[in-house]
């Protein structure tokens, strides 16, 4: 099981920006999805899931209304747009794989002005 997460980026509060996770060595499209990230200093935040079908989306309050989870079954890839980003979603980004527990390295977000 391999998750790569890219697509992290220093951005300004406000922008917008697009997480990628591909996946691979295992059945994409019958695992359910996650981010998760972890700020400085701080323990792991469950963000968003989505379901097999990519039908079911589930966010945190702290990012509903503002972030959209999304899959590609024929890529193999979880993504996670981010929009009016905010100080406090400066972090390192993971997807996870919930079958497998399986984490990616991680992907650094940080916003600032």
């Known amino acids: 099981v391999q998750l790569v997460e890219s697509g992290g980026d220093i951005m300004q509060p406000g922008g917008s920006l697009r997480l990628s996770c591909a996946a691979s060595?295992?059945?994409?499209?019958?695992?359910?999805m996650t981010w998760v990230r972890q700020a400085p200093g701080k323990g792991p935040e469950w963000v968003s899931r989505i379901n097999t079908s990519g039908g079911d989306t589930y966010y945190a309050d702290s990012v509903k209304g503002r972030f959209t989870i999304s899959r590609d079954i024929t890529k193999q890839t979880v993504y996670l747009q981010m929009n009016s980003l905010k100080t406090e979603d400066t972090a390192v980004y993971y997807c996870?794989?919930?079958?497998?527990?399986?984490w990616g390295q991680g992907t650094q977000v940080t916003v600032s002005s």
């Open positions: 996870k794989s919930e079958i497998y527990g399986a």
């Open positions: 060595g295992f059945t994409f499209s019958t695992d359910a």
